[in-house]
């Protein structure tokens, strides 16, 4: 384990896998031919390093972004004859607005309640900004994912809620740090049974201006967005054993997820998963290390819109559970790993804790007990009683980069990465070559 | 002093004037309909206070941002069928594409000794990238103008060093810190009889990738640029005289400027400016205090690409520049003032130490004698022997949103620019009040 982590901390191998697939191959949504390629590309990479390598055909999104823009064609004290730009990206899933456009008065709220308490009469024919600000000073804490999930709750499910009074577009602040004039994008979902309205978010900067507008007369913004909906698409989960060496059918998941928004080239999300993940079988092969049982590296298809590679795993392996004996995913950036945390029976910290005393040499050796499945591939297969495992990264930036443009290969510190693959290969190396599996 | 400067720690005008320019007016370019409506609305501000205002026709350029797109046709390891989006920006002045675009590929070089050392054996044909790193370190260390300078030189000349080599296009690495995808704009000019070619600036994380690219085989661009040069337009200086009890012909001048980048609504650059210029009359109409002399607020036109504003100031008042006791200038942003510099002959040092004392008190003691002009638009005054004043700013942030989408009223520290207003205001009214004009 010692030499395992060492070597990990030694090498660029999981640097040049997160470069290729953020530079070389770049944005790689759900169905987009960079995601095709990214398929190719880390299955020939695991077939290199003589892993069995087997395609899991999943069947995903296909949403295309099309033109967006948004401008002020009315506020307070305008120059004749101009518009206001309004920064602005389409939600993933969101209907397309005519092609026209639409054009309609805003009506900001804070939260549900102030739009539940506006009503119908307010909101009908309106376009609706939800402009719920996102707690920096809880992500500046470490609990960036408390934040997001504060935020994030507007931009799923914040255009049905105002369908349902009549709306004819929401906007949301965007859900993420910092503001350097920049929309994060993510995906949002309709309600069944409710008009479908075009949803889209704006960066933190247009919602303050639009806000700061709004509170002195009538603003109206002229939208356009024309994203498409396509059939969906034939993708897949990669899946590469390094079999094991007495128990070949238990299996040690190590992963991230190979899809990625379209705006960025997704380094911190999640190319930065899969190349730690990758990097576990190169380690392994390098030392030759022979684990006990399987480790499985998977480099999962449409995390971002859809969860279709975890719950297609899940379906597909639903009578192989017990072989499952741990999954481990990377989803949270490439921060120096303070630990790792855990969604395991109590009785399993004694078998882990060595584990973790290890890791404490390159600063890494938290254990926490989650008391709910850790990041989201995985989770179908934790709620059916499978150990679930993640590093904890320092996120404390990683959500001024979520979903944006800015998510690209400059904000991966090598060393940092280096320590995360360390913690993956590690704790993977270590449950895959436990006399007993983790209890469950 | 001590009575304006607190007031001006006290008011909120400033920053009512900066939230008005920016979120109701917007970005105000050379020639744009919002750079027409700043000056009625400032010219309108000013008499509002009873101030003598006169609008000095300016003949301004008129340049307009078109469409502006970038991305790379080949590159190694790219999925076949796709390209990958570059992030990009014209530079002011900019001449337009062809419209289906310009498809090179890219030479990538570090300063104008690679590019030369290239020659036009390898240049001919190719769009040139300039990937010159903004000293993030030096602007930390509070140097950020010695930062920009740096790499403002890629920006302003670039193309034409290009062109002489017979590239076709030029693109620089924004001049200006942070990473989050944002191109920072700016001026850019022609040398004489040289081929004219589209320059934009890309951002840092572009610039890192094509570089990335670029190393490992040929990389291919499509640029297409659409600004247009449109004949000169008739704007203004904005003028407005609080006139002096004692000695009304002799003019210390308070001023910021008015025209700023398109990307953004001027913020920091330089809505800041102006608004604490008018804030120094504001605050001696309240207090009821009646300077000796003459003090001339000015809202200019023109920095940011030409200049016009004040070069056409300084050619009216030629023959009354004995009559300038002073001229000051805020354009360095909105951040915490630590104190003034002045270009001053060592002489007027013992005239202006005591005023520095009391801004001790606020933070912004320090006084600079500096060696050359402060301040753009007040330049030409000050190469004639005026005494150039600007308060120096805290701008380690400065140039993470100057010239960016990102440089909007939000960014704007209302305590800070109130600071600023206090240091204008006391340094003005001290001037305007001195027994004897400073020496010269």
């Known amino acids: 384990m010692k030499r395992l982590q060492q070597a990990a901390l030694a090498s660029d191998y999981a640097l040049k896998q997160t470069a290729f697939m953020c530079n070389n191959i770049g944005p790689r949504l759900s169905g987009s031919p960079q995601a095709a390629r990214a398929v190719e590309y880390v299955a020939a990479e695991m077939r290199k390093l003589g892993l069995e390598v087997k395609l899991e055909k999943v069947m995903v999104p296909h949403w295309v972004r099309g033109v967006e823009t948004g401008e002020l064609t009315q506020f307070p004290g305008m120059a004749p004859g101009t518009t206001q730009k309004i920064i602005l990206t389409a939600l993933g899933g969101s209907v397309a607005t005519p092609a026209g456009g639409i054009t309609a008065p805003v009506v900001v709220v804070n939260n549900y309640d102030e739009l539940n308490a506006l009503g119908e009469a307010k909101i009908k024919g309106k376009i609706v900004l939800y402009n719920v600000k996102f707690d920096e000073q809880l992500a500046a804490q470490g609990n960036g994912l408390d934040a997001y999930g504060q935020a994030v709750a507007y931009r799923g499910g914040g255009a049905s809620a105002a369908a349902r009074l009549g709306a004819v577009a929401a906007l949301n602040r965007s859900a993420g740090g910092k503001a350097y004039r920049l929309p994060h994008t993510g995906g949002m979902g309709y309600a069944e049974g409710v008009n479908k309205i075009p949803a889209a978010s704006v960066t933190a900067e247009d919602a303050e201006t639009i806000a700061h507008l709004a509170a002195q007369g009538e603003v109206k913004l002229k939208l356009v967005l024309t994203p498409q909906t396509l059939p969906d698409a034939e993708s897949a989960n990669v899946i590469a054993d390094l079999k094991g060496s007495e128990f070949p059918d238990q299996i040690v998941i190590v992963s991230g997820h190979l899809d990625s928004w379209d705006l960025g080239t997704g380094a911190l999300d999640d190319a930065a998963g899969v190349a730690v993940a990758m990097q576990v079988a190169n380690l392994c092969k390098q030392l030759g290390l022979k684990p006990k049982r399987t480790i499985r590296v998977i480099a999962w298809m449409n995390e971002e819109n859809g969860l279709r590679g975890g719950t297609t795993y899940f379906q597909n392996q ?123």
Chains 1, 2 share one sequence.
């Open 318 to 440: 639903r009578n192989n559970l017990a072989n499952h004996i741990a999954a481990i995913e990377s989803d949270l950036g490439a921060g120096h790993p303070t630990g790792f945390s855990a969604f395991v029976k109590p009785q399993a910290v004694p078998m882990l804790q060595p584990i973790a005393n290890l890791l404490q040499s390159s600063g890494a050796g938290l254990l926490r007990i989650a008391d709910g499945p850790v990041e989201a591939d995985i989770s179908p297969l934790q709620q059916a009683g499978v150990p679930g495992l993640a590093p904890i990264q320092d996120n404390r930036t990683y959500f001024d980069y979520h979903h944006t443009p800015a998510d690209t290969f400059d904000k991966i510190v090598p060393r940092e990465l280096a320590e995360n693959a360390a913690v993956m290969a590690v704790l993977a190396y270590a449950i895959a070559s436990l006399p007993e599996p983790l209890p469950r």
